[in-house]
């Protein structure tokens, strides 16, 4: 024993051979204390000031770190913070005060210490963020001992303490909300203090009331009546982790182990601090219901050393937290092992993820750890899909079988025996199987889960022993039991039908649990699903089984963090010390709760209601806490923090029960009811209005509070939140502790780039962290980086201006814009603020109890906006979507207490401020789509745009900010700017580099200048910075320019953060896709109103010639698509939850990417997401993998059906058919030679030839009959044209002379046509007919039904006895339904029809056009045809085998998807549609054009609408692929807008289409009166919306500039000769030229309706050279004749056919330059091949005629017709019908043309 030191009078020392120290005892008050008393002055002194004030104790650093500009940062506007905040340091504790003693008369000194107020010990916060409770707290050494008081109670002192004359006043102060910024620091502060009368307790313990981690209560005293307790409107409960995790350096709890546990005989109370000792020690009367109860015997005795014992050294006696040994009559049945049964989805989902993997390795790796005391813990493993897997394992082997039962109606278990094993004893075989049940499954492509008979499989395993199912699973349960469906609907979100999601859809789980619960057996979730999990239904398990969820959504463990925080969280949760078979019971409670295991760090809200009035000075319940009947008290008592975490429970509860809106308002209103009973009643103001808002000083952050509850994703309202995430974040708000549910409703943010030098180091308590900024963006600084967590995530804000340095020394990389934003593992580096950076990260993750690992996110200011709205909105003092900033809700609040007051009832409040109000001046929202950007799991769409917080004081001026330039809402015009190392023109000697400790950047000049862009963007919603061209033109006015068809279609203005990537290829270029506005109406009362039409005009798969930019593939197989709409990702989604999870910008589903879209398989390395063509393309090819087909890839077929009747070989056609065919070989697709073809001969029979490979002269088969046609050799006609390649040419080569004598006339076209079906319908491909002949034979038959007296008329005529009406129109339908009919089934087995049409005569097209038209292939007309004359030869040989050579699609699919709001109603082509949107193309031919009505079903609010075409196609080459073709269009509700978007070379193409269809359904005319009457529809909506002249008269016809070539293209249309009125056009040209109408792309359209004029004799020098971008053509000009000269040479082309017009007085030279004569009198009219010669003049306008073939895309080749002025009438008439300015026939001219259309607009005014 050490020799007692000198004391000073009045003190004794006595030493404690426990602790090995002295204890010293003052004498006079048997005061006792650890500190010897001469290193304390005797009572306490507060130091004086100068003038004899109390000064304040001065802080360690008297200045802050400066930046370079000399600016001084303050925190809080204060000096500088505590060095080790947040420990007790930064709030010193008040010490215990040595009040003046109350004299007890009759007592002795010795004796009145025994009544004198308590010393209550005030440990620091449980949630404190240096968890300094335990460790650092005040527990960190032994408390002095303390001798017992008496045992008896002096009635005069009771007396006293019922007058509370023994108590210590609390601390009571009224605070201004609005007028003091919340200081986070205060949520760091102790509970008010728990002050217990001073005879409460027998001992002087510090430990006698539970510390707050284990139990706190709302109100730290309890009101003597419930009127009282009602009246204050404070509600009362209890927040309980009564099994908290014990960290080091924490006091662990004393255990009881003699079996002797005294309990009150009535209220089976159990003995505490609290009991009074009565009749000599002999009794003890109990603190609850006041019976005297025996003292059992052996409780004052030492069974260890069988002694007497320190009755008053019971742990009992002097600790509030206490653990007994209970001895057998607390036991039902002895304790039964820990049982540990693992239930592993091992299902394809779950295996590709990397789940089971990692899982089964963190079991494996912690066997060790799982709770094994005496070698008694049982495990078991049961993997399940759609079957269910259990594994038997013998003792001491190795060897595992596997056990599937597949019966999920029923589970049973496989084998009695073995399936539950000893941990110990089967070791090595449970080690074996974890090591490779992964790779068991490996191959698995089971989809689905049989989770419901898993529990069942578990439960029955594990039922009579109890114990843990641990499931961990990646899919929504879909078999068996409990299965669920997605019921998940987006349109439900954000409303009230909202809640119903979040309760249990099945009512298996909760009879499931709570059978569960009655076997002691407890079910932990771990849930992976990537897509919809329904954790509201399936957390009833661990909800009535006292278990635990977990969620880990888009789970990949390719990403090591992932892998890495489920291992933490699932090891952690093996090895931890839990409890099995618990009940508990709060007293006061008539409710026991059973509670199968008690995991740690699990919290518990009980709410309290007083019955009777209370007449105890305390209640007890091991949290004793005083009573009072004073209002002040009661406030003064509130724990905001309990008082918080019970909100948090309830609106949860509510949320289930009622609407989310109902559990927002109940947190409001409820603040209401305090804040306005504690303005009514405890301060002056009363009930009437108040410019403040008042609270107690110890609620000061309560508000504050209840705005992050109201902002939280588990309640706020957003139509984004997905309801698994709502129904997971509900599980933690009702289950955390408060350590970890305060930061996870109130971030905890700290500022590190200028943190102290000290924070980041080991002080004395740990880590010390820096002090933590409010929750405000305003905090932010472009140069800084910054620290935001809550418990589950943490962010490292950087900002966009860090200096290099920072960037360096934290990240190891040498500039901020090499950083990558994302989840991540922050590297240590060899430098101090690494070092620094590093240890704060983990002192959070350490401080905060529980198994949860906080993901850490890198978040840079200027990139991913989604990852950084989530980040911003932790950040709860800012504006949040509709929720308001702190300051509006205070100000919100303010006004309903006000109302309150008034009216005496509460008012329901939405916490919604129009922006019209916002104190920021800005009055309208910004409607562009970064606002609506989502972040993780519908963090705001909205970004913050206002600096909110003035707290009665001036703030700067808040900056308009542009989402497009991605900044933050946080900047404010007076922004630092960062120093460069060297500028142009200044010394760099003279240039100051950034601080590279501080990081801090100096401010340069003055305020900055607003970005340009911002202030247009702010403008935009004022049409202030609208950025159409939009101008109006008087069409009567001014001749129109045909070079403005050249022109590209209006901008298309999307808002500038429509898109994740800003390349310029994100839309589709007009040749793939455009639309008749580039500017969407939101409404369809809009669009109706503007009487333009909306459609869409494709050309999805259009050639790509040399220049083009190639269509780029995606070859790794990874196809992210929604799992809602089906749609692919594309450059408009948004990516969420750190780019885990992307937002369809469709229909706004969250979907997972893909586990390995960021992966590059090829080098097998992480790939560059920001690269993928899909995100960066918006035409973009994906190779797809084997679920996208139905059957493996089908080779190229061909089968030529060959026309060899009399015609077809006097003609030619055979010959240069065959001929062609075999020249054409080497280009016909045959990849991998796997291309099949065959050839069919037919006139009046059919002529099939076997092609067995080497055969010199295959033979020919006749099949004569044509009625049921039949192969006559399978086998040989259809052959791999690789393999009988030479037969094949033999063929061909003498095809022709085969049927040179033929006689026959007339063709069997339908039985050619059903025998190339029969051989090819298993595997599909290509019938090529080529005809000469009128189908007179078989079926298919027709007759020749053209009437010329009935062209260009309406009249009836009757044919022979039949009363069938026809006109004119009726010949444009089809004759027989053979060919439709056939056409469907060829469609339905992936045949496609092309069609090359010869007959001299009627041929009928409107009937055989049905082939090509239902099959997706092509008509080809060549009228007249003789290969005597070389041009017809040339043509068609060029298209033909243009045709053969095209990479042309099999087996296609399109589909067209588009925004919600927004339907495609009328699909126009050549297709075949197999269900209401889908479309089946059996082939799909190159430059093909389709066109899609578009209508408007509902009101759209995306800001921009995106079209998506998707083709699944079959390659020529043999693989399948999707081609994705996106063209996203802003939307608008201006008429302007819609006007000066529209396109009008889509619009005619519509028009085109819809004329055709009206001509097949009605008259002729009719469908001329349709284009002229939508036409004047238009121009007088215009009129009289958008001039000045509405309503009445003008003498103008106004259109915008972008449509005044419109009216001339409408005029080309009724000038065609598929439509225009004349009784000289042949019913088959009509045909073919609507069959062009119909497939032309755009390109060849608008010159087929709109023919482009030349004139050569006069063109510029420099047309017909080659120019930088190939030949240069002339200028256009107007087709009308008044530009023909006479001496001049004209070429006028229709994308059809080129005419060279020949003045009549053309020059001699002129003539011989280009056709190599010496006078026109010698040129010959009609179809020619123009010669090359010799000289420039010749060269350029072959050159001209070249560029113009070249550059109509497409097969076809123009004919070139010489057409001389004064030369043959037909020919000149044809080439001048082509000026479609002039008056034809009956319809006007331009000119004349306008005026009709202006009187009709004037009379329709």
């Avoid at 020799?3 to 004498?27: C, K, M, Y």
């Avoid at 080790?84 to 007890?104: C, E, I, K, M, V």
């Avoid at 069609?1395 to 409107?1406: E, P, R, V």
């Amino acid at each position: 024993m050490d020799t007692p030191p000198n004391l000073p009078p009045g003190w004794a020392s006595q030493w404690d051979s426990v602790q090995q120290r002295h204890v010293f005892i003052e004498t006079a008050t048997g005061r006792a204390q650890w500190e010897h008393p001469a290193d304390y002055p005797a009572g306490p002194i507060s130091p004086m000031d100068s003038h004899g004030q109390p000064t304040q104790p001065q802080l360690a650093h008297s200045k802050r770190r400066q930046y370079a500009t000399g600016q001084t940062q303050a925190y809080y506007g204060a000096a500088d913070p505590v060095a080790l905040y947040p420990d007790s340091s930064a709030y010193p504790a008040a010490q215990p005060q040595s009040s003046g003693q109350l004299f007890t008369p009759g007592l002795t000194a010795p004796e009145q210490a025994g009544y004198q107020t308590q010393p209550q010990h005030q440990p620091a916060p449980y949630y404190g963020s240096a968890d300094p409770v335990y460790p650092n707290g005040q527990y960190s050494q032994a408390a002095p001992p303390v001798a017992p008081g008496p045992p008896g109670m002096n009635q005069v002192v009771n007396q006293f303490n019922q007058m509370n004359l023994g108590q210590k006043p609390f601390s009571y102060q009224t605070v201004n909300l609005l007028a003091a910024a919340p200081d986070p620091r205060d949520l760091f502060r102790s509970p008010p203090e728990i002050r217990l009368p001073s005879n409460a307790s027998f001992s002087n313990s510090p430990t006698i009331n539970a510390d707050p981690s284990y139990q706190r209560s709302t109100l730290n005293v309890v009101p003597t009546t419930s009127s009282l307790l009602n009246k204050s409107k404070i509600p009362f409960a209890l927040i309980l982790t009564p099994y908290r995790s014990l960290k080091e350096g924490d006091d662990p709890v004393p255990v009881v182990t003699d079996t002797v546990i005294a309990r009150c005989r009535r209220c089976r109370t159990y003995i505490n601090p609290y009991v009074q000792f009565i009749d000599g020690g002999s009794r003890w009367k109990c603190c609850m219901c006041s019976m005297a109860n025996e003292v059992p015997q052996l409780f004052d005795w030492d069974q260890t050393r069988n002694v007497p014992g320190d009755r008053w050294s019971r742990a009992e006696l002097n600790h509030s937290v206490v653990e007994f040994v209970a001895p057998t009559e607390y036991m039902v049945r002895p304790p039964q092992p820990p049982v540990y049964a693992f239930l592993i989805d091992v299902s394809h989902a779950a295996i590709q993820s990397g789940m089971v993997a990692t899982a089964t390795r963190t079991i494996l790796e912690s066997l060790d750890r799982i709770p094994n005391e005496k070698n008694r813990t049982k495990i078991a493993i049961i993997g399940f899909d759609v079957s269910l897997y259990f594994f038997s394992i013998t003792p001491g082997s190795t060897e595992t079988s596997m056990l599937v039962v597949s019966d999920l109606d029923d589970v049973f278990l496989p084998k009695p025996s073995d399936l539950l094993l000893n941990l110990t004893e089967c070791r090595e075989g449970i080690e074996a199987l974890l090591g490779r049940l992964s790779d068991m499954f490996q191959d698995s492509t089971t989809v689905g889960s049989a989770l419901g008979p898993a529990l069942q499989g578990g439960f029955k395993l594990i039922q009579s022993i109890g114990g843990k199912l641990l499931v961990i699973s990646s899919s929504l349960p879909t078999l068996g039991e409990g299965a669920l469906k997605n019921r998940e609907d987006p349109k439900i979100l954000g409303t009230p039908k909202e809640s119903s999601l979040l309760q249990p859809a099945s009512p298996f789980y909760k009879t499931f649990a709570i059978e569960c619960s009655r076997a002691q057996v407890s079910v932990d979730m771990f849930l992976f699903s990537a897509t919809y999990t329904d954790v509201a239904s399936l957390s009833c398990l661990p909800h009535y089984t006292s278990g635990q969820t977990y969620f880990y959504p888009a789970f990949n463990a390719t990403r090591s963090e992932d892998a890495l925080k489920f291992a933490h969280e699932f090891g952690t949760v093996l090895s931890s010390p839990i409890c099995f078979e618990a009940v508990m019971r709060v007293r006061a409670s008539k409710d026991l709760l059973a509670m199968p295991s008690v995991p740690i760090d699990q919290s518990y809200a009980i709410e309290v209601q007083i019955d009777d009035t209370i007449t105890s000075s305390f209640v007890s319940r091991n949290l004793a806490l005083p009573t009072t009947s004073n209002m002040t008290e009661i406030y003064s008592s509130v724990d905001e923090i309990a008082l918080a975490t019970l909100f948090a429970n309830k609106a949860v509860e509510r949320s289930i029960s009622h609407r989310l809106e109902d559990a927002r308002d109940a947190i409001t209103n409820k603040l209401i009811e305090i804040l306005t009973t504690y303005k009514g009643s405890m301060t002056a103001a009363g009930s009437g209005a108040s410019a403040q808002l008042a609270v107690s000083e110890n609620m000061k952050m309560f508000p504050l509070l209840c705005l992050g509850l109201l902002k939280h994703v588990a309640i706020r309202q957003s139509v984004q939140i997905p309801s698994d995430l709502r129904a997971y974040a509900g599980t933690l708000l009702t289950t955390l502790p408060s350590q970890l549910l305060i930061p996870y409703i109130h971030p905890t943010f700290y500022s590190l780039h200028n943190m102290p030098p000290e924070a980041g180091t080991i002080g004395d308590f740990g880590v010390i962290l820096p002090a933590p900024l409010p929750l405000s963006s305003e905090r932010l600084e472009r140069h800084g980086l910054y620290l935001i967590e809550d418990g589950q995530n943490m962010f490292l804000w950087v900002g966009r201006d860090a200096v290099p340095q920072l960037v360096q020394d934290v990240f190891n990389l040498s500039s901020y814009d090499q950083l990558r934003g994302g989840k991540t593992t922050l590297p240590m580096l060899e430098n101090p603020f690494s070092q620094r950076v590093n240890a704060i990260i983990a002192k959070i993750r350490e401080m905060r109890r529980g198994p949860y690992w906080s993901h850490l996110y890198i978040v840079k200011e200027d990139t991913d906006p989604a990852l950084r709205l989530w980040a911003l909105s932790a950040l709860i003092m800012d504006r949040s979507e509709q929720l308001p900033s702190y300051q509006q809700f205070l100000g919100q609040i303010k006004d309903k207490c006000q109302n309150y007051c008034l009216y005496g009832d509460c008012i329901n409040i939405a916490l919604h401020i129009p922006m019209d109000s916002h104190p920021g001046g800005h009055s309208k929202r910004r409607q562009y789509a970064a606002e609506q950007s989502q972040a993780y799991y519908g963090a705001p769409e909205v970004v913050p745009q206002f600096n909110d917080l003035s707290y009665g004081q001036p703030q700067p001026q808040s900056q308009f900010i542009d989402p497009s330039l991605q900044q933050p809402a946080f900047e404010s015009q007076h922004q630092p700017q960062q120093v460069p190392y060297y500028q142009p023109g200044v010394d760099p000697s003279h240039v100051q580099p950034p601080n590279p400790t501080f990081y801090a950047q100096p401010t340069v000049g003055g305020p900055q200048m607003p970005n340009p862009n911002q202030l247009a963007s702010g403008f935009s919603q004022m049409s202030l910075g609208q950025k159409f061209n939009f101008q109006t033109v008087n069409l009567l006015a001014q001749l129109p320019d045909p070079r403005d068809l050249f022109r590209p279609p209006p901008d298309i203005q999307l808002p500038p953060n429509s898109s994740v990537i800003q390349s310029p290829y994100i839309n589709a270029d007009p040749s793939y896709k455009r639309s008749t506005m580039n500017a969407i109406p939101t409404t369809s009362s809009l669009l109706n109103k503007s009487k333009i039409p909306l459609g869409l005009v494709m050309a999805p798969y259009r050639t790509v010639k040399e220049g083009d930019d190639p269509v780029p593939v995606v070859t790794d197989h990874v196809i992210a698509r929604c799992r809602r709409c089906r749609s692919y990702i594309n450059p408009y989604v948004q990516f969420v939850e750190d780019g885990n999870r992307w937002k369809c910008c469709m229909c706004g589903v969250v979907n997972d990417v893909p586990q390995l879209f960021d992966w590059d398989q090829e080098n097998n390395t992480r790939a560059d997401r920001w690269s993928r063509a899909e995100l960066n393309h918006a035409v973009v090819e994906f190779t797809a993998p084997q679920e996208y087909m139905a059957r493996p890839p089908q080779p190229p077929v061909y089968v030529f059906l060959i026309d060899v009747s009399h015609d077809a070989i006097q003609s030619g056609m055979t010959s240069i058919a065959a001929q062609t065919i075999l020249e054409s070989l080497d280009r016909i697709p045959n990849e991998n030679s796997r291309t099949k073809v065959a050839v069919i001969g037919f006139d009046d029979s059919l002529y099939f030839f076997s092609l067995s490979p080497g055969l010199v002269d295959p033979p020919m088969m006749v099949v004569s009959d044509l009625e049921d046609v039949f192969l006559p050799a399978p086998n040989d006609i259809l052959v791999n044209l690789t393999e009988a390649r030479e037969s094949f040419e033999n063929l061909l080569r003498r095809f022709s002379k085969l049927f040179s004598d033929s006689a026959r006339l007339g063709g069997a076209v339908g039985p050619a046509l059903e025998a190339g079906f029969k051989l090819i319908q298993s595997l599909g491909g290509k019938l090529i007919l080529l005809s000469s002949s009128f189908p007179t034979f078989g079926a298919g038959a027709l007759k020749n039904r053209e009437d010329s007296k009935i062209l260009g008329t309406t009249k009836v005529k009757r044919l022979k006895n039949l009363s069938l009406s026809y006109q004119e129109s009726s010949l444009l339908q089809p004759a027989s339904p053979f060919y439709k009919t056939f056409a469907i089934s060829c469609a339905r087995a992936h045949v496609s029809v092309d069609m090359f049409l010869f007959s001299s005569a009627y041929t009928d097209i409107a009937s055989l056009s049905c082939l090509p038209r239902y099959t997706a292939g092509q008509t080809y007309f060549y009228p007249a045809f003789n290969t005597v004359r070389s041009e017809d030869a040339r043509k068609f040989a060029h298209e033909f085998s243009t045709i053969l050579a095209s990479p042309i699609a099999f087996e296609t699919i399109m589909r067209i998807r588009a925004t919600k709001g927004v339907r495609l109603s009328m699909f126009h082509g050549n297709f075949f549609i197999s269900s209401s949107d889908l479309l089946t193309l059996p082939t799909l031919p190159v430059d093909h054009s389709y066109v899609i009505e578009v209508q408007i079903e509902e009101t759209i609010t995306s800001p921009f609408v995106l079209f998506q075409t998707a083709l699944v196609i079959t390659t020529c080459f043999g693989e399948r692929r999707i081609r994705v073709v996106n063209l996203a269009l802003p939307t608008t509700s201006n008429m302007s807008d819609m006007y000066a978007s529209v396109d009008e070379i889509a619009l005619a193409s519509y028009f085109a289409t819809k004329s055709v269809e009206k001509t097949l359904s009605h008259k002729l005319e009719d469908a001329r009166e349709t284009i002229t009457n939508r036409l004047v529809e238009i121009l007088s909506t215009y009129k009289n919306t958008m001039t000045s002249s509405a309503g009445g008269a003008s003498s103008q016809l106004a259109i915008c500039d972008n449509m005044k070539m419109f009216p001339l293209l409408c005029l080309g249309l009724l000038k065609h000769v598929a439509i225009r009125q004349s009784g000289q056009i042949p019913s088959d040209l009509r045909a073919y030229g609507q069959a062009l109408l119909t497939t032309l792309p755009p390109q060849q359209l608008i010159p087929y309706i709109h023919p482009n004029l030349y004139s050569l004799h006069n063109m510029p020098p420099e047309a017909g050279t080659v120019g930088d971008y190939g030949v240069i053509l002339p200028a256009p000009l107007p087709p009308t004749s008044e530009k023909l000269e006479s001496y001049g040479l004209f070429l006028i082309e229709d994308s059809q056919n080129i005419f060279l017009w020949v003045g009549r007085e053309a020059v001699p030279q002129l003539i011989q330059d280009v056709f190599n004569l010496p006078s026109s009198a010698q040129l010959h009219s009609g179809k020619a091949t123009l010669p090359v010669l010799d000289n420039p003049f010749s060269i350029r306008v072959n050159a001209i005629i070249g560029k113009i073939r070249e550059m109509r895309r497409g097969p076809y080749w123009q004919h070139v017709y010489i057409v001389k002025e004064d030369g043959e009438p037909a020919l000149r008439l044809w080439a001048l019908s082509s000026l479609i300015m002039d008056r034809i026939e009956q319809l006007p001219n331009y000119q004349q043309y306008l005026s009709q259309l202006r009187e009709k607009v004037n009379g329709s005014s």
